[in-house]
């Protein structure tokens, strides 16, 4: 479940590894399987994500570091023959939360 996702986040965000965690995540719009996904909009470079992709789902889970500075751990998850056609949206909620947060 994605809040059970979130909170394994924040807690791993307030561990001992926390560096390490958050730098084992694909940052947005430069590297990893995020390499080529926001790179031209608010969030590049400010969330550093986890991908899931199977044929009928698409998520994201990791950390988002909005405008204000405050990080947040988020996660989002679509189960749906056409899953696919939510990556766009997924994407725009990251983006948001940058802008918003």
């Known amino acids: 479940r994605p809040r059970a996702l979130v909170d394994l986040l924040v ?6 590894l926390s560096k390490w965690v958050a730098d084992s995540l694909p940052v947005a719009g430069v ?3 995020l390499a080529a996904r926001m790179k031209d909009g608010p969030a590049a470079g400010r969330a550093m994500l986890k991908t899931g992709t199977l044929l009928d789902t698409r998520a994201l889970a990791g950390y988002v570091r909005g405008r204000s500075g405050h990080v947040y751990a988020v996660a989002a998850l679509v189960n749906h023959p056409q899953a696919a056609a939510a990556t766009p949206a997924l994407d ?3 983006e948001w939360l940058v802008e918003n947060g």
């Open 11 to 16: 807690q791993a965000w307030n561990g001992p």
């Open 31 to 33: 590297d990893g399987t």
């Open 92 to 94: 725009a909620l990251i």
